[in-house]
Structure formats: structure tokens, C-alpha cells
């Protein structure tokens, strides 16, 4: 039932494209910014980032940067893709980044960590390129009874609140557990600060329980028009449902 229910709400654009191919990350860049609702979302998305971008020196950098527009809201973002891309600055890997040591005050990242292989690698390298009172801002789904019934009824990646810290590389952006930021910075809250002490979990904020599913994401279509967006932001809100129910969150750790 829910294959079919899927498949009738699919976005015409991405049906049966595969998502590692980069003119696939190119046409959801150009979904993004087209559907108005979604869209809104990702401006949520942008401003409670950059709002927690620390003053002063250094450079901030986005990974994974090639469906978004966060130049947009934030020109002096050094963006990045693990592909050549038409939206990017710079082509790299996460667990190897081109900066130099204590160079960068913030690492912003969108619906990008549960796709990292090797997530500890990759905060091995956070550790060296940011400095001492810098930042790792991150979006990411988040792991709640109801999350966890629509990720695993009605979405492609794969949510596995048992896993561990790795998932298998299938492809460049293919490879996936929606639950990793759930598993690192809240079952394995504890292994984290441990095995990173340079970081502390500063803040982790439950997001939108309802209207990122509204706005059919990038490979469903929309439901609502985005002048109801606003409406659906101040409902979610009420009675602790964006707490107990969100998909996302948003995740804040400070460099010690």
C-alpha cells in the first residue's frame, strides 16, 4: 500500500533517477528553489544556521552543498560537494577537507551527516579544521515514534535506530541512515563526548513534525500552497508536538 501511495505521489522529475548521478543533486537544486513550500523550509533551515555562526575570524564552510542555495542567504559560505556541481565552490570528501588547520570558525551541514560512511572520520577532520570557540551547525533527521514510522513507510533511505556508527557505501549520496544523528548525539551521547572531548553538544532543537512531510520533499509532490506554510509552522508548535514528534533537529556542538 504505502509503495503504491508513494509512487502516485512521486515528483515527475525524480522518478526512477538515481541519486548518485550529479545531474540528479542538479535537478533537485532547481526543485528546491522552485517549489515555494519547500523552499520556505530550507530559508527555516538557513536562518537558524546562520544565526548560530560564532562572530568573528575564520571562513564557514557547507558540505554537501550541491541540492541547496545557502550562498544565497549566506554569500560568504564556501560551499562543497563530494561532485563537480554548478551550485559548489569546491569539490571534496568530508573526511578530508581542504583547510587549513583551526581555519574555520563554522562547518554547516543539511540533511548531510546520516549520508558520511565513516562519521568519525569525519569529526576527526572537524576537530583539525575548526578553532578553538568555532562551531559544527548541522539540520539533520531526528528519531521520534512518529519519524520513525514515516521514514520507514514513506521514504528511500533507509532509518536504523540500532545501527552502528558506519553504513555501507553504495554511492557518493545513496549510501544512508537516516537515524546516525539520533544514534551519535543522543543513544550514543555519552561514546561522543568521550571519544571527541574537543566537542561539546551545545543544543539540539526537535524541528517540523509535519511540514517537511507536507511539502513532499524533493521526491514527492507538493500538497499545500507555501502561503500556508506560516500556518502549519505555528500549529506544529503547539502542545510540545514539535518536541515529541519532529523529523529533524537541529544540532549544535561547540569547539572546545
Not at 552502528?164 to 545513496?174: D, E, F, Q
Not at 502561503?227 to 519532529?246: H, I, M, N, V
Not at 523529523?247 to 556542538?253: N, S, V
Request: proline fraction near 6%; charge should be neutral.
Amino acid at each position: 500500500m504505502f509503495d503504491r501511495l508513494k509512487a502516485a505521489l512521486a515528483h515527475p522529475l525524480t522518478r526512477d533517477l538515481s541519486i548518485d548521478d550529479p545531474e540528479t543533486t542538479v535537478l533537485r537544486a532547481d526543485i528546491i528553489r522552485k517549489k515555494a513550500f519547500l523552499r520556505r523550509i530550507y530559508q527555516t533551515w538557513y536562518r537558524l544556521l546562520i544565526e548560530n555562526i560564532p562572530e568573528g575570524d575564520g571562513q564557514v564552510a557547507e558540505i554537501g552543498s550541491g541540492a541547496g542555495f545557502l550562498k544565497e542567504c549566506f554569500s560568504a559560505a564556501i560551499t562543497s560537494e563530494v561532485f563537480h556541481s554548478v551550485n559548489v565552490d569546491i569539490v571534496y570528501n568530508a573526511i578530508s577537507m581542504p583547510f587549513k588547520t583551526g581555519s574555520l570558525r563554522s562547518i554547516l551541514l543539511v540533511d548531510v551527516l546520516h549520508h558520511v560512511p565513516d562519521p568519525g572520520s569525519f569529526f576527526t577532520e572537524a576537530t583539525r579544521c575548526v578553532k578553538s570557540g568555532g562551531r559544527c551547525l548541522m539540520v539533520e533527521p531526528w528519531n521520534t515514534c512518529w519519524s520513525r514510522w514515516i521514514y520507514n513507510h514513506l521514504h528511500h533511505e533507509p532509518f536504523d535506530v540500532n545501527g552502528g556508527w558506519t553504513i555501507p557505501v553504495t554511492g557518493p549520496l545513496s549510501g544512508a541512515n537516516g537515524a546516525l544523528p539520533w544514534i551519535i548525539f543522543e543513544r550514543d551521547r555519552e561514546i561522543f563526548s568521550r571519544r571527541f572531548p574537543e566537542w561539546r553538544i551545545s543544543g539540539i532543537t526537535p524541528l517540523m513534525p509535519l511540514v517537511y512531510l507536507l511539502s513532499g520533499g524533493v521526491s514527492l509532490r507538493s500538497i499545500f500552497p507555501a502561503w500556508t506554510y506560516p500556518l502549519f509552522r505555528r500549529g506544529e508548535k503547539l502542545f510540545d508536538f514539535e518536541k515529541k514528534a519532529a523529523m529533524f533537529a537541529l544540532i549544535i556542538l561547540d569547539r572546545i
